[in-house]
T-cell receptor, first 114, second 116 residues
């Protein structure tokens, strides 16, 4: 049962344009969402996060939007740069004091075309 | 940001042998660490939660006798793949979270295990 889904396994975007990566979830108990970037043979690195009490969080070129009613979040990267080419994972968790494990989506491979 | 170091980054072993992977939090203490496995073109699948000073919590379907986890100190967790088979070949990644901050977990560099 895949509770966090990224339906687009890959995405190609022209350099300078906007990249939009989508993520859907099924568990309404999730209250914190994160986006990670991963290069081959490396561990994921944190990009941006959002709490369920917000609907938008912005950090430089990265903005995450959360639509709780639709159980959908998206990551916008603008302008896209060649160094943004990587696999992007969204992750979700239920905040409780104890085992705050992350549930990951299947990933989207983003390729920025120079 | 916080640093999590994983070693080795790559290991090749023969079928039937055991392999130990170490995960260290270098600049913070971690009472909990997580071990993930990633198959090609697939998501990170949580295998188990490593708890300092107590038994690990395994996810459904993960054999605890095959994937031994030890969390002997606040900065070190180890995953031992016992009696390795070729189907155990995968990318293993650990993570730890220094505090309940906005950045969630910090990940190690990962270990590529190949069983021949």
């Amino acid at each position: 049962d895949q509770q966090v889904k990224q339906n687009s396994p890959s995405l190609s975007v022209q350099e300078g344009r906007i990249s939009i990566l989508n993520c859907d979830y099924t568990n309404s108990m999730f209250d914190y969402f994160l986006w990670y970037k991963k290069y081959p043979a490396e561990g994921p690195t944190f990009l941006i996060s959002i709490s369920s009490i917000k609907d938008k969080n912005e950090d430089g070129r990265f903005t995450v939007f959360l639509n709780k009613s639709a159980k959908h979040l998206s990551l916008h990267i603008v302008p896209s740069q060649p160094g943004d080419s990587a696999v992007y994972f969204c992750a979700a968790r239920i905040s409780n004091f104890g085992n705050e494990k992350l549930t990951f989506g299947t990933g989207t491979r983003l390729t920025i075309i120079p | 940001g916080a640093v999590v170091s994983q070693h080795p980054s790559r290991v090749i072993c023969k079928s039937g042998t055991s392999v130990k992977i170490e995960c260290r939090s270098l600049d913070f203490q971690a009472t909990t660490m997580f071990w993930y496995r990633q198959f090609p073109k697939q998501s990170l699948m949580l295998m188990a939660t490593s708890n300092e000073g107590s038994k690990a919590t395994y996810e459904q379907g993960v054999e605890k006798d095959k994937f031994l986890i030890n969390h002997a100190s606040l900065t070190l967790s180890t995953l031992t793949v016992t009696s390795a088979h070729p189907e155990d070949s995968s990318f293993y990644i650990c993570s730890a979270e220094p505090n309940r901050g906005r950045e969630g977990a910090f990940f190690g560099q990962g270990t590529r295990l190949t069983v021949v």
